[in-house]
């Protein structure tokens, strides 16, 4: 039995179309960076000026509970473009999208409320 060409790869192009894989999601979990990930970051960019010997603007970053502490004006600086000084496009950078990721992720969750 012979079948035009163009049949055949109308009846292919079909199954590929229709099949489960085409629908599938990436299902792969994500997961935001740890502190392990981002001190380096911290450390490389916010250090220098926020440590216990010098802490610009009475901030020092040099712990994750530092970190955590002051997590909302650091999201906030970084994300103005004003921190790191003189590097506004920070908050673009894979770095700075990494930070970003792991403040986000240390905000706590509200409760739902009862139903």
């Not at 012979?2 to 590929?16: D, E, L």
């Not at 009475?58 to 103005?80: C, F, P, Q, W, Y």
């Amino acid at each position: 039995m012979f079948h035009s060409p163009s049949i055949v790869r109308g009846i292919c192009a079909s199954v590929i179309f229709l099949s489960p894989a085409a629908f599938a999601e990436d299902t792969a979990p994500v997961t935001s960076p740890t502190y392990a990930d981002i001190a380096p970051v911290v450390e490389g960019n916010c250090v220098g000026c926020h440590n216990s010997e010098f802490a610009y603007a009475d901030i020092v970053l040099e712990t994750e509970g530092d970190l955590l502490k002051h997590r909302d004006s650091v999201e906030s600086a970084i994300t103005s473009g004003f921190m790191p000084l003189g590097v506004p496009e920070f908050k673009d950078s894979e770095e700075g999208k990494a930070l970003l990721a792991w403040l986000a992720a240390q905000k706590p969750v509200a409760p739902s409320p009862a139903q």
